[in-house]
Each structure stands twice: as C-alpha cells, then as structure tokens.
C-alpha cells in the first residue's frame, strides 16, 4: 500500500507504475473518494462538535426554561438524523477508497527491466557449467520411478491433479535440502520459525497476495469453531509460502530501531492452487499443489539503500546454497510486468534442469519498502523517537520438491544411479549414490 499522500504528489508516477506493471487500476478514481471521504469527514467532524455543544448547551439550562430546551433538543435530534446520514456515506466511500488502495503499485526502481512479460526479464549471471551426457539422459520422472523415489499415478488417485508421492530416499533428499538450507540461515543469524499454515485473510492481503493472487490461495471450507463452540465466521486460508505468516507475526508493532534488521526465517508447508498456469508442467513435480519451502524475510528501516543492500545478501544465500549442491544457475532481473504490483525490485533465481533443456524457477527474491508494512502496520521507532514504516523484503531459500528435479537430472549417472551431492550426504547416511538396491 502507498501513502495516499504520496499518490497525490507523485499521480503520474503512480499511473505509470500502474501501466509498466499492468495492473488495472483508476488512480483518478482513487484520488477523487479520497476528496470525498476528507470532504465527508469535515462535515462530520463539525457536526460532531455541534452536537457536544448543543448537550452542553441543554445541561446549563435550568429547569424553567422549557420552551429554549425544547428547541435545543429538537437541533440535537436534527444533527444526529444528519450525523447518521453523513456518517453512513463515508463509511460506504471509505471503503471503495480502502479497497482500490489495495491495487496502487510501488514504484519500480530505475534497475527494472520496463516489460511487457517474463520474456523481458534480464540474464544479470551465470554460474556453473551445464552438464554433458554421453549416454541418453532421462527426466526427473524416470529417474523417480526407476529408482523407486516418486509415484505420480497414486499419487493422482489419492490427492487429485498434480499429486504425488515421494519415497524412500528422495523423501531425505527432500529433508535434506530443507535442513541444509535451514541451518545455513541460522549460521547467518536468521531466527527460525515454524509458522501457521492456516492463516486469516489479514496476513494475506498484509503480504499482498490480496486481491492480486485470491486465486492462487485455498480457502478452507470448514474453518472449525470457536472454545465457545460458535463456528468461525472470518475465513481462513492455506498460505502459498511462509512469507504472509511471518511478517504478520510483526503486524502492529513498533519496533525499535537498534533491533532492526529484523531477519526470520520460515519452514512451512505450502499450497498453491496453480489456476493461472492451468495446462502447464503437468507431467512430474515442477508445478504442484503443496510442497514445503525455507522462507527468508528481513524488516529493516526505511532507507532503500539499506534495503537494496539486504536484497542482495539473500539472493547471495540462495546462490550459496545452490553452488554448495553444485548446480548450474542463472539470476533474473525480473520485468515490470513480471514483478507484482507491491515489488521495487526483484530477482528470480532459475537452476538448470536437463530434461527440460533449460533453467527452471527455483527462488524469488524481492524488495517491496514499505508497500507491505503499510498494509501491516509494521512501524519502528528510530533514535530521535520518531516512529516510521519499516522496509520488508523477502525471498526463497529453497523449495522442495521442485529442486529435486535439478538434484536428480543433474547428478544422473550411466547405470541409471543418481549421485548425491557431497553437502547432503550426511543426512542421507553418508550414502553417495541413489541407486535401484535398497538395502
């Protein structure tokens, strides 16, 4: 969320935020129910304080004046009709002003790429060498079914369209990764959480995945019931990532400025419904509905310098954590109008995948100011007192299963092996292969 009065003193940039990013939305609109909401709330700001004069004006009277307090009572009653009527029309403009203000874009930085899709994104580095095989190469698929690691046809019977099974030591590797990626954040000073899953729509449009991505998001059916025995009236969601959960944690707080950067860290369980990418990926686990991922998020004070500074440090931590596991990668300078509504700046992180014969996502990286910690009221309080909005970025750690097809394919062997990747060995046994032999 912007400052409306940022958005009056910066309109054009706003619309042009609003065009790069194609996001639809009437910033004219917006400006205009602003207008009125003030407008509304001068009249009743006024009236309010007629009335209090009025009842005070009542109360000094003294008994034998019946006929001025008559007329008195009859103005009060005629200000709390008016009152009434004002009132109820703020509120109803009030809350089409609330709600398209969920829909003004941050402003770009200067280093987005302007674009009109992910073709658009920038190639800023490599790493790695890609692998050559001299032996037909097999996809993530066949590696998982002929080693016994996944089973994509039970696993579509019992959960549906994209469901899965992992098995015996893709389910370490799958751990494995998680815990590596784990523990290297919390060598880095990052405080780990195992945060809610099941979150209220607040958290959600806290981290801007509402209204953008409501699609994106389950919605429990049957959210359960209070102590009283009353069943929940708020919804509840199932978070696509850990980022709404831990960032919420922070929500209506004023933090102080010597405890900033605030770094945290997530291991959650995450769905995501997939509607936008319908008839994409459909064969194996790159896009799924459920999977578990090690979130990173850093609040820190509102300076973008400061902010900048920590996008870069948790992308080199993704970067480190994929040259530990030895995997060809490439960064993103992510577009415009592949960024989202609430991102400043933002990387992806694409690893090499050999079936695919390219680099698919695996991290996201991304800067936002203050555009969620407006909507959260995440404030600090810096050394003169003074209280402001704090800066949020956040970004992918690692994801699994979806990186296991880059573990997988890349360390393939001729005899149909897969070789693990020296830094997880020791929580797979120290065992150095994958192979068909299970004992």
């Not at 407008?39 to 009743?44: A, R, T």
């Not at 009109?116 to 800023?124: F, L, R, T, Y």
């Not at 699609?215 to 059916?221: G, L």
């Not at 991922?293 to 440090?313: A, H, P, R, T």
């Amino acid at each position: 969320m912007l400052d409306i009065k940022f958005i009056k003193q910066n309109t054009e940039k706003v619309k042009m935020a609003a065009k790069v990013k194609h996001v639809n939305v009437d910033i004219d609109l917006l400006l205009k129910l602003n207008d009125e909401r003030v407008n509304l709330l001068v009249k009743i700001e006024k009236l309010r304080a007629e009335k209090n004069e009025t009842a005070e004006s009542i109360n000094k009277l003294s008994n034998d004046k019946k006929d001025e307090r008559e007329k008195l009572v009859s103005k009060g009653k005629g200000i709390k009709e008016e009152l009434s009527v004002l009132e109820g029309q703020h509120r109803e403009v009030d809350k089409k002003f609330q709600e398209l203000m969920l829909f003004a874009p941050n402003i770009p930085s200067v280093e987005s790429p302007i674009g009109d899709s992910d073709q658009d994104n920038v190639e800023v580095k490599q790493w790695g060498n890609i692998p050559h095989f001299d032996f037909p190469l097999k996809n993530h698929v066949e590696l998982g079914e002929n080693l016994d690691l996944l089973d994509l046809e039970i696993g579509s019977k019992v959960a549906g369209y994209r469901g899965y099974y992992l098995k015996n030591e893709a389910v370490l590797l799958h751990f494995a990764v998680l815990s590596y990626a784990l523990n290297k954040l919390m060598q880095k000073c990052f405080t780990p959480f195992v945060p809610p899953t099941l979150v209220n729509e607040f958290a959600l449009v806290g981290s801007g995945h509402f209204p953008f991505g409501k699609d994106e998001i389950y919605q429990i059916a049957n959210p359960g019931k209070l102590e009283s025995g009353q069943a929940t009236v708020s919804p509840v969601y199932l978070a696509g990532t850990a980022e709404p959960s831990l960032l919420a944690y922070y929500s209506d707080k004023v933090l102080d400025e010597k405890d900033l950067p605030i770094k945290a860290c997530g291991q959650s369980q995450c769905y995501r419904s997939e509607i936008g990418s319908y008839g994409k990926d459909t064969k194996g686990i790159y896009r799924i509905h459920e999977f578990m991922k090690v979130e990173q998020v850093v609040i820190c004070k509102d300076d973008i310098e400061e902010s900048n500074k920590w996008l870069e440090k948790m992308r080199g931590i993704s970067e480190e954590i994929l040259e530990d596991l030895g995997l060809p990668y490439r960064v993103l300078n992510i577009c415009t109008a592949d960024m989202g509504a609430g991102k400043y700046k933002m990387y992806d992180i694409e690893t090499w995948m050999p079936a695919r014969n390219s680099y698919g996502e695996t991290h996201s990286d991304s800067n936002l100011t203050d555009w969620q910690t407006r909507r959260l009221n995440i404030k600090y309080a810096d050394e003169k007192g003074e209280k402001k909005y704090a800066y949020a970025l956040n970004n992918t750690a690692i994801a699994s299963p979806r990186i296991l097809i880059a573990i997988l394919e890349n360390y393939q062997q001729k005899d149909g092996s897969i070789k693990i990747p020296e830094v997880l060995r020791p929580y797979l046994n120290n065992k150095s292969f994958i192979t068909k032999d299970k004992k």
